[in-house]
């Protein structure tokens, strides 16, 4: 880091460059610790890949890294959680290579398609690469149970989503079917965002700041509707014995506060 920016100024100092440093913002990656104690040569305790990639491969390996924990943070080196991982490369090359079968557009999976692309792309921008591979992996179950269009083109959205994490796997399947080029150069996945967004959620009802109860909703609940939903929930009701309704917040789709004063 220090080389960089002395180079950065050295060469605007010289007129070769307009801006002041050579990154906008800097990422540090997270400490992988083994054994009580940060992983390294000197102190003999380094995981060497070799057996691993010989084992489960590559791609197994590199995704279980990311799989750790947060990428910034680190984590302690557990190997036993690879064959988890294992499991789910051999659980999407299963999906890559059987036939999907007839039936009509299943709407709980074109959703759950949607919203896992929308939730990678943001993971991958934000570097949360372990969160990005478990929405991947429930995307897999949920593929298990489907057929038709929208396992089909489910199962192509998680292989292209899972290209830069899995680049093997990934590659093969995407020549197996049929398809030119290479997988890297192809267009990342988009989502439509009323497909992405969710049918349900979970409306907390609070009263005076306490959290009382937690309902589930229709997504988009007016709010008057989610008032009433809050006013006529039991839990709420029997918060509320011996005091009026001052007033009801709403935050849609998220949140309900009943304000209430003492009754006179």
């Not at 590659?171 to 080029?181: D, K, N, P, T």
Request: proline fraction near 6%; charged fraction near 25%; charge should be neutral.
């Amino acid at each position: 880091m220090l080389y960089m920016r002395f180079v950065c100024k050295a060469l605007r100092d010289l007129g070769e460059l307009w801006f002041d440093e050579p990154a906008l913002r800097l990422q540090n990656q997270g400490t992988i610790i083994f054994g009580g104690r940060k992983m390294s040569k000197s102190r003999g305790n380094v995981q060497t890949p070799d057996e691993y990639v010989a084992k489960y491969g590559a791609d197994t390996l590199r995704l279980f890294m990311m799989f750790l924990g947060p990428w910034t943070e680190g984590a302690d080196w557990d190997a036993s959680g690879i064959e988890g991982v294992h499991r789910f490369l051999n659980r999407v090359w299963t999906l890559g290579l059987s036939e999907p079968g007839d039936g009509p557009r299943d709407r709980a999976i074109d959703h759950a398609v949607h919203h896992t692309v929308e939730k990678v792309t943001e993971d991958l921008a934000a570097y949360r690469f372990n969160t990005a591979i478990a929405a991947m992996m429930e995307l897999s179950n949920a593929l298990q149970h489907a057929s038709g269009p929208s396992r089909r083109e489910g199962v192509r959205a998680l292989t292209l989503l899972l290209a830069p994490f899995a680049p093997y796997l990934s590659e093969e399947l995407w020549h197996r079917w049929g398809q030119a080029g290479s997988i890297h150069a192809q267009a990342w996945p988009t989502f439509d965002p009323a497909l992405a967004a969710p049918e349900e959620v979970t409306l907390v009802v609070q009263v005076d700041g306490k959290v009382r109860d937690r309902l589930t909703v229709p997504a988009g609940l007016s709010k008057p509707a989610a008032s009433d939903a809050a006013l006529a929930s039991p839990r709420a009701k029997a918060a509320l014995d011996g005091r009026d309704v001052d007033r009801v917040v709403v935050v849609p789709d998220r949140l309900v506060n009943i304000v209430t004063r003492r009754r006179s």
